[in-house]
Each structure stands twice: as C-alpha cells, then as structure tokens.
T-cell receptor, first 115, second 111 residues
Framework: GAGVSQSPSNKVTEKGKDVELRCDPI?????LYWYRQSLGQGLEFLIY????????KSGLPSDRFSAERTGGSVSTLTIQRTQQEDSAVYLC?????????????FGEGSRLTVL | GENVEQHPSTLSVQEGDSAVIKCTYS??????FPWYKQELGKRPQLIID?????GEKKDQRIAVTLNKTAKHFSLHITETQPEDSAVYFC??????????FGGGTRLMVKP
C-alpha cells in the first residue's frame, strides 16, 4: 500500500495477557518510530529504528515492552503481561531519513484496551 | 535526553483572529523543526517545517519562526478558520536524527 499500515486497528485484551502490534512502513523508508498516545495526551516516544537497529530504546516504559524490526521493513511492538495503564493508541511512523528525518508518515494507530 | 516544551496547552480564538503556539528546546544541536496537526480521531500530519539555516518560513496562512540563539520556535496561524481546530505538535530533530515532540496544543476556533 501507499501508506503506513498498522494492525490490529483495535485490540481488547485482559490484564496479564501478551499483545503484539504490527507496523508495515512505507516501502523504502529506513527510519521507523513507535509512539504511544493516551486519550487526549501527547505523543510519547517509545523506540526508533534506523534500518534493523534501534539506536534509541530509551522510551520503552518498562521491560515488558520490546520491539523488533526485521529485513529493514516490518516492525513488531510486543507488550508482555499487559496492565491497564498500557491502554492507549500506539502509533507507528516511518521516514526516508536521508540527510535528516524529513516528514514522518503516521499510520492510523492500534488502539489497545486492557481490561 | 532532549526536552521540548510547548505552550499553551489549550488555545481558544475567534474565527479570523491569529493563533500563536510556542516551543522551546534544549539540544543546541537540533537542526530541524517540524509542526504536525492532528485532527480529532485522525493521525498526525506534517503541516510545515523549518531547518536551522533559516529564520522564518511561510505557507499561505501558516508561518514558522525560529530563534536558534534563544532555542525557541513558533507557529503562527493567521485568519483562523473552524477547520484549523485540532491538536498541534511541535518537534525537533537532534544530530542523531531523533524526533522529539512537544506536549501538544489544542486549538479551538470559534465561529
């Protein structure tokens, strides 16, 4: 597709379960970002990939959160033993990242609800 | 790490008036400053950006100014319209190509 694709668009899970969120960036975009947005709040940085490597993991809120990116394309954000405070919209964005970030193209987000 | 402060958090203006949103940053190596607009229930989208080698950039009713000495930059919207109502986020990019966002400003334009 032409844009950043995220799945699932909505996920309802029970506290303690693991969830996986997927991001398929725009083809050719080397930079990939994950952000978290709670209701009515700002964009909380989680992790940034340049190719397959993650130069900055400082935003991951706890060791229950992990992310990987394989083949320089699709990325998966995994949350283990989910807690109610994990409920939020998880936004993925990609960028060409040639000589600077340039424009970030965001996906529609994955809305996670932890009961 | 980098810190981007954005003010005000909410802004209400009458249609036709101007709106100004201000951001300050901490990393003197920052060199790229975009602004994103997020309408209700939608994804953030880039509306304007400025690089550190210029002090001002305009695009129709929108302008951004940058003061590198003071480490602050501002978004100016003139002749506001109801469709300008949204949350606006400033951001900066440091030497490591990391983009850090401000906390957002909810702009409400009253008809």
């Amino acid at each position: 597709g032409a844009g950043v694709s995220q799945s699932p668009s909505n996920k309802v899970t029970e506290k303690g379960k693991d969830v996986e969120l997927r991001c398929d960036p725009i083809s050719g975009h080397t930079a990939l970002y994950w952000y978290r947005q709670s209701l009515g709040q700002g964009l909380e940085f989680l992790i940034y990939f340049q190719g397959n490597s993650a130069p900055d993991k400082s935003g991951l809120p706890s060791d229950r959160f992990s992310a990987e990116r394989t083949g320089g394309s699709v990325s998966t954000l995994t949350i283990q033993r989910t807690q109610q405070e994990d409920s939020a919209v998880y936004l993925c964005a990609s960028s060409l990242n040639q000589g600077g970030t340039g424009e970030l193209f965001f996906g529609e987000g994955s809305r996670l609800t932890v009961l | 790490g980098e810190n981007v402060e954005q003010h005000p958090s909410t802004l209400s203006v009458q249609e036709g008036d101007s709106a100004v949103i201000k951001c300050t940053y901490s990393d003197s190596a920052s060199n790229y400053f975009p602004w994103y607009k997020q309408e209700l229930g939608k994804r953030p989208q880039l509306i304007i950006d400025i690089r550190s080698n210029v002090g001002e950039k305009k695009d129709q009713r929108i302008a951004v100014t940058l003061n590198k000495t003071a480490k602050h930059f501002s978004l100016h919207i003139t002749e506001t319209q109801p469709e300008d109502s949204a949350v606006y986020f400033c951001a900066d990019e440091n030497a490591g190509n990391m983009l850090t966002f401000g906390g957002g400003t909810r702009l409400m334009v009253k008809p």
